[in-house]
């Protein structure tokens, strides 16, 4: 489920949650066949694999032998959606997953121990899923941030509505030290971390739609040199392209999983 386990806990330099709260601190895929999809991701993104310390169906993804995200083989195991999902720093999860729920949201795994912390797999109101993480995080926070995911939108039927229901959960512009901002642009809530864009939040999903890429989800967009090489790259190894542009592309694994390539990295 979370991979931030697996990578240099303990390591010298640590970033706790209780520090940094509120953004994005990792992302995780759950599929059904590990090998496969380890072959796509490193034809599309280049990335590496490092063996999880929570077993065979785990991976960590390397770029630069800096981890930036997980994999987790256990759709089918878990009867669970494979679907990329984005984690957010939390300082205590038992809290953040019961105010899940007193805001009409759903827990479905968790707060569990995966040490070094505590992780919960959460739905919002509107059926987007996501994940919550208490404890260490990468040795070098920076150097993740950096290498991983642009950032992540959120498909939602409301964005301002959604905003808020986070809000409250994740501590967004409180005025804790180090909480996340949070800015209304041109239709979209924008979330910034330390100066960075790490979320957008847009309006339009459509609860019952019969088609995912429509219904209310994370969508991971990941930060590429060159998105039509990804796009090549993908129709190659078995996936699919769901939109093209010239900066940006949404596209499909073999498995099922939708994410974004993007050459625009936001600051």
Known sequence: ?????????????????????????????????????????????????????LGDHFRTALVGGVPVAGIAAVASMWQMAVAWTPYFAVPAADEAASRTRERGGTVAVGPISLPPGRAALLADRDGATFGIWEGELLGNWEAWRQAAPAFVRLHTRDAF???????EILD????????????????????????????????????????????????????????TACVRAAEKHGGSVLAEGAREAVLRDPDGAQFTVTSHRER
Not at 161 to 167: K, L, R, V
């Open 172 to 227: 967004w512009a409180t005025d804790r030290p180090g909480a996340c901002e949070v800015h209304y642009e041109g239709g979209e809530v924008v979330l910034r971390s330390r100066g960075d864009v790490v979320a957008r939040i847009v309006s339009g999903a459509l609860e019952a739609a019969p088609d995912p890429t429509i219904r209310p989800h994370w969508q991971v967009h990941f930060a590429v040199a060159d998105v």
């Open 161 to 167: 509505d959604s905003a808020i229901f986070y809000g």
């Open 1 to 53: 489920m979370n991979q931030q386990s697996t990578s240099a806990h303990g390591a010298r330099g640590a970033v706790s949650t209780h520090s940094v709260f509120g953004a994005p601190c990792w992302v995780s895929l759950t599929s059904r066949d590990l090998e496969a999809t380890q072959d796509f991701y490193q034809a599309v993104l280049g990335w590496k694999w490092l063996r999880g310390a």
